[in-house]
């Protein structure tokens, strides 16, 4: 039970980390493009 | 018929192309940085993605150039002093062309809707697992082993994600139902917002109480099904406004501006108001509505009226934007819609016709209507029920809730418009825009096809027809290369391998082309220009709907080439198809009797007219509807936008005036026939997987109703039961995609037997 108390927010953080780094990804235009997403993957600049 | 009126005869050589006034499109972003942003044509791969922007990005002065592969769109931001027909020339030597884009357009709106929506739906799927992570703990620990007091606390912990999320997620579905409210309304999302708020309120109750059972987790994971249904719907109509937006951009939409110091340059259409004037140079489309002040023409006024032959205009006549300019160079001074004038009787016609419309029921409005009364009667007779039975109010309302949980219309609200994402996207691919989700259910009921002629059965711009000596064919092409008519255009069409304008031809506004090869005089045009009148009257006897160009050289016989405008290359085997699957076909057009009887007569349909004013083709339609059909309309002109708004649901061609593209619920692109068939068969198949779904979603609910209502329910089976219910009306909506037999069909039989359907019997 003890370790819940830490454990559970800790996962929450974790969670909240990847939700806030996708909304981070979403403004900065990285889902604008889904079709060109693919191939610049291939490109070396 | 062709280039007959002689009373334009001013020499004038081809004018060369205008500067551009690129400024409108340029945004300035600070001190120095500038930006603008080009719609690119013949994007194909990811090399091309590379080459556009390696080679922009290393113009001195550029900042960024990235391309949207997506939109087709390419952004350039430099500093200084850069002119944008260097960019374009830019992109032409590296084999693209490109398109500014007017940076005016509305479109924050809908993006920041988009945006909105999508940050709604990752704030609830991320809500929704890791509630889901402690119900499923909770769950397992109710048939083991949990104490109350660890329970409690992943209650508490599941109610500190699921407020706030479902605070910030379900707000499109909140603000939807208050706005139905207001209305007077009762809406789909009106259940939805009743049945998250409730569930949430009982399941904090619950957790005060220390209770077994929460249902933080099924609130939370019905707005997430719900947003994902939003988000498609939203994608696929940002998608196809963007792609609309990309299409009336390569048509670059603009006009030749004289400015008060006599200078003419090209100017987005966006910025010319009444009061300018406007030169429309021969071979140009007006773009604008206005009055003639100078020179004289022949305008080709199809897209405008149906009428495939010439009209002369002179100083003071008034043209409208869609009409081609044939001859001769007109200024043109801007006005607004006047009383009285054809745009104005169009206009007036369509604000009657969608009126009219606006009554059609369609099966989202049904479901709602049947489903909301129903429900909500079932809770109260449960709480009535429960009560009666003397089980106390809080064992009452725990089932009454419960009853409004399990049929919260998760899969009725993906039943539509997962089928309609699907079902748009299948017709994207066939090579229609649909511009709204509703269309499809009225594109399922149709039993009456209306056609346009002219631009609909036909392609937009005249071709050759009949056969000709090639020698003669090759040498007369090659002079049409030099003209900017559009007849002479449909005989440049023709010209084959040799696309290389002869030297030294010069042009006469208003009767041809003349050019000396080997000591050789070569002439062609007007008939009288050519000296061809006898043969052009002997060749106009026998196909009266066709123009004549004269072609002479030297003293030889004059020869002449007749051009119409020719049906689409599979219209007879579409309107045969319609035909063949039960569909009642009628050509209605603005064009003679002639030439209407003529392609009639090609395409096998009885029922024709011919010369129909707007007011004329309305009549017909609301008569077609007044008897009880359901009418498609298929049409481009400005004439047929009244028509194509009264019609249940209307198809315009990509090459279609504006205002018909704005009235018509979908456009097809390219050259065929075929997409009609497609929107047709697409439009059956979609209402019948959304009356599957809603059939499906009754069936759950009555099923699930009395589980809920004689209290058996708990958090567990809501969640199977409203994934499991989402899932499988989902999957059916990806059925939407396959079953296109017919378009197939014709598309087939189009390419196979297109020769003998369509050859022309002339000459």
């Known amino acids: 039970m003890d370790v819940l108390v830490f454990m559970i927010p800790i996962a929450l953080c974790l969670g909240t980390a990847g939700l806030c780094a996708f909304l981070w990804a979403l403004r900065s235009g990285q889902y604008d493009d889904i079709d060109g997403a693919e191939y610049r993957v291939l490109a070396d600049d | 018929m062709c280039c007959a009126d002689l009373a334009t005869a001013s020499t004038q050589a081809n004018p060369a192309a205008f500067a551009r006034d690129y400024s409108p499109f340029v945004v300035r972003m600070g001190e120095d940085l500038a930006r603008v942003e080009l719609a690119v044509e013949g994007i194909r791969c990811a ?72 940050r709604a739906l990752a704030v609830a799927g991320f809500a929704s697992m890791n509630i889901m992570l402690m119900a499923v703990s909770v769950w397992a620990g109710n048939v083991s082993d949990i104490t109350p007091e660890t329970r409690d606390f992943f209650h508490w912990v599941q109610a500190v994600i699921a407020l706030p999320a479902a605070a910030y997620a379900g707000r499109p579905f909140y603000e939807s139902a208050i706005r139905g409210l207001r209305a007077g309304r009762v809406n789909m999302d009106f259940p939805i917002t009743l049945g998250v708020v409730l569930t949430l309120v009982m399941s904090v109750i619950e957790t005060l109480n ?38 009336s951009a390569l048509r670059s939409e603009t006009a030749a501006k004289v400015f008060e110091d006599g200078v003419v340059r090209d100017a987005p259409l966006s910025a010319i108001g009444p009061g300018d004037r406007v030169l429309v140079r021969p071979g140009e489309r007006v773009a604008v509505d206005g009055i003639v002040e100078e020179g004289s023409s022949e305008l080709d006024q199809s897209l405008v009226t149906g009428e495939t032959a010439l ?25 607004a819609a006047a009383e009285g004038t054809l745009l104005d009787e169009v206009e007036a016609l369509m604000g009657r016709a969608l009126e009219a419309k606006s009554a059609a029921l369609l099966l989202a409005d049904t479901a709602t209507r049947l489903y909301v009364p129903f429900v909500h009667a079932a809770a109260a007779l449960t709480l009535f029920g429960w009560l009666l039975a003397g089980a106390g109010w809080h064992g009452a309302i725990l089932n009454a809730v419960a009853v409004l949980i399990i049929t919260c219309p998760c899969a009725l609200g993906l039943a539509i418009p997962a089928v309609q994402v699907v079902a748009a996207g299948a017709l994207f691919r066939q090579g229609v825009l649909l511009n ?51 007849l ?122 011919a010369e129909l004013s707007p007011k004329d083709k309305i009549a017909r339609i609301e008569a077609l509807r007044a008897a009880g059909g359901k009418v498609l309309m298929v049409g481009d002109g400005v004439n047929d936008a009244p028509a194509l708004a009264a019609a249940d649901v209307s198809l315009s061609p990509v090459t279609a005036a504006h205002v018909s593209q704005a009235a018509a619920d979908g456009l097809f692109m390219g050259r065929r026939l075929a997409p009609v068939i497609a929107a047709l068969e697409t439009g059956r198949k979609a209402r019948r997987l959304m009356l599957q779904n809603l059939w499906f979603s009754a069936a759950y609910n009555l099923a699930a109703i009395p589980l809920a209502a004689g209290g058996f329910l708990t958090p567990l089976i809501a969640a199977l039961a409203m994934s499991g219910s989402s899932v499988v009306v989902t999957v059916n909506s990806l059925r939407a995609r396959f079953g296109l037999r017919l378009a197939v069909r014709v598309r087939r039989a189009g390419r196979d037997a297109q020769a003998p359907l369509l050859r022309p019997r002339a000459a």
């Open chain 2, 436 to 486: 709204t989700g509703d269309a499809l259910e009225r594109l399922a009921q149709v039993d009456t096809v209306v056609f346009d002629k002219t631009g609909t059965l036909t392609l937009p711009e005249p071709s050759l027809v009949g056969s000709y000596d090639p020698a003669v064919l090759e040498q007369a092409a090659r002079l049409a290369l030099s003209s900017r008519h559009p």
């Open chain 2, 488 to 609: 002479a255009a449909a005989l440049a069409a023709a010209a084959g391998e040799r696309r290389d304008p002869l030297a030294q031809a010069r042009e006469t506004a208003g009767l041809g082309v003349a050019a000396t090869v080997d000591g050789v005089e070569i002439r062609l045009g007007s008939p009288a220009f050519c000296g061809a009148e006898s043969a052009a009257r002997a060749a106009l006897d026998r196909h009266p709907e066709a123009s004549v160009i004269g072609f002479r050289a030297g003293d030889a016989e004059p020869a002449v080439f007749l051009v119409r405008q020719a049906l689409r290359e599979d219209a007879a085997a579409t309107v045969g198809a319609l035909r063949g699957a039960g569909y009642r076909v009628l050509i209605l057009s603005g064009d003679r009797a002639a030439a209407v009887s003529r392609a009639a007569a090609a395409l096998q349909v009885a029922e024709w007219e």
């Open chain 2, 311 to 335: 009209a002369a205009i002179k100083a003071g006549g008034r043209v409208y934007a869609g009409a081609l300019n044939a001859s001769g160079s007109l200024t043109v001074r801007v006005t």
């Open chain 2, 47 to 118: 090399t091309c993605m590379q080459t556009i922007e390696g080679g922009i990005g290393a113009m001195p002065g550029v900042a960024k150039a990235r391309l949207n592969f997506t939109d087709r769109r390419l952004a350039v931001e430099w500093r200084g002093d850069l002119a944008v027909e260097a960019i374009l020339d830019r992109l032409e030597a590296l084999g693209f062309k490109g398109h500014p884009f007017d940076p005016k357009r509305p479109d924050d709106a809908e993006t920041r809707e988009t945006k909105r929506l999508i």
């Open chain 2, 210 to 247: 220390s209770a077994e059972h929460a249902y933080f987790d099924g609130a939370v994971m019905l707005l997430f099904f719900l947003l994902i249904g939003r988000v498609l719907d939203q994608t696929m109509r940002r998608r196809t406004r963007l792609l609309a937006e990309n299409i």
